[in-house]
């Protein structure tokens, strides 16, 4: 009878650190997405800023993003033209 309910105790420990391992794998997964985002988000921001837009100006994103791959910008100090164009390629607005 002993043996039972140590068999039964063990079967619980392992099943509770199982869904304990499950909901902190879920709970950091949630976390990188969540940073993801915001890492996304900040990005998109920056290149707004860069481009003096507001957040629903796509159109004066692209532009900017066209002109300066044409050097018809001049690239905002401390800034790269290559990070403002990456920038640019990664949410698309130059092809």
Request: proline content about 1%; glycine content about 6%.
């Amino acid at each position: 009878m002993v043996n039972w309910r140590k068999g039964l105790i063990v079967s619980l420990c392992v099943v509770a650190l199982a869904g304990a391992y499950v909901a902190w794998s879920e709970y950091s997964e949630m976390q990188e997405r969540i940073e993801r985002a915001e890492r996304i988000e900040r990005a998109r921001e920056e290149l707004f800023g860069f481009a003096k837009a507001r957040a629903h100006e796509t159109e004066k994103v692209r532009d900017f993003c066209q002109n300066m791959k044409a050097g018809a910008e001049v690239v905002p100090a401390g800034v790269s033209l290559q990070r403002i164009l990456k920038r640019c390629r990664d949410f698309e607005y130059l092809e």
